[in-house]
């Protein structure tokens, strides 16, 4: 049986690579993707942890971060593709503007 | 061990590849392989309904979302410098190190439990486990997050709503009818004219 901690680890090393990933992208939708990446590795860390302590509450929160990570990616994208309506452009360098 | 080694460094491997694509639609693919190698991991954790539900909900929907939308807008690909060129090796090496923290702090995690008892109180994550925890311990939760999903819905379709008034593909037809209409008229006056 594998250590949690070596869950742990992978899980940062995922969470870092998303966090490179939003920095460095230029594509709103692919900053946005690399933020569902970020929240599975924290998810990630989450199932581990309930695993070390045989408790399932953790798996039940995880359970409620995947419905918030659907709703937060209709109202997203809801609001790139409104964006792009009177912008043609998901480059956020672009989009540097508040009013729209 | 070998499963967790090979399920991690497919994992690993789709997310360098999910940020270092420029294609859009490549990138979301990468992430899809990441999702799906985590969904495994989560059966390697006892965790069996998360891991089904990472593959429908995740996998399925939130990734086919994605996809319909980076279609739809159809991007071309980022053109012109990049107006913050150190970004990128500041963001490389904050993340080198970022990910080395966080992993020397994992490996200063202690064991609380004995790791055989602790996966057996699990009850391997099936979905009456988890559901007998969602409706006592997590009731409330459990609602608020339906009514979220309710309003993110309702958010999502006022946000790319288009008015009704603005519909051209009725207000063409409803021309075209009246044009209709005018034409014949006019068309029979002058004959009524001439006659």
């Given amino acids: 049986m594998v250590e949690t901690q070596y869950y742990i680890a992978l899980a940062a090393i995922l969470f870092s690579i998303g966090a490179v990933g939003f920095l460095t992208r230029r594509s709103a939708i692919q900053m946005f993707l690399c933020v569902e990446l970020m929240l599975n590795a924290a998810n990630l860390a989450l199932v581990a942890f309930s695993r070390a302590w045989g408790d399932l509450l953790a798996q039940s929160a995880v359970f409620i971060i995947l419905t918030l990570a659907a709703a937060e990616v209709a109202i997203g994208l809801g609001i790139i593709v409104a ?7 998901t480059n956020v360098d672009v989009l540097s503007s508040l009013k729209g | ?18 940020i270092s694509f420029k294609s859009g639609i490549y990138s979301a693919l990468s992430l899809v392989g990441t ?10 954790l ?7 539900v990472q593959v429908m909900v995740y996998a399925g929907a939130i990734m086919v979302l994605f996809l319909f939308v980076i279609m739809l807008l159809n991007e071309s690909q980022m053109s012109g410098a990049d107006p913050l060129p150190w970004v990128q090796p500041v963001a490389i090496a904050g993340g080198i190190v970022l990910a080395a923290a966080l992993a020397f702090t994992a490996f200063q995690f202690k064991a609380p439990k004995n790791l055989e008892t602790a996966t057996a109180a699990l009850q391997g994550g099936t979905p009456g486990a988890i559901g007998e925890t969602l409706f006592t311990k997590f009731l409330l939760p459990f609602e608020a997050v339906s009514i979220l999903l309710l309003i993110a819905a309702i958010g999502a379709v006022s946000l790319v709503h288009r008015q009704p008034a603005h519909n051209e593909a009725l207000e063409t037809t409803s021309e075209h009818a009246t044009d209709n209409a005018y034409s014949d008229e006019t068309s029979s006056n002058p004959a009524k004219v001439v006659a």
């Fill in chain 1, 83 to 89: 964006i792009f309506k009177k912008r043609p452009t």
């Fill in chain 2, 1 to 18: 061990m070998v499963v967790f080694v090979i399920l991690a460094v497919l994992a690993i491997a789709g997310a360098i590849g999910t």
């Fill in chain 2, 35 to 44: 999702l799906l190698t985590l969904a495994m991991m989560y059966v390697t």
């Fill in chain 2, 46 to 52: 006892h965790a069996q309904f998360l891991a089904s």
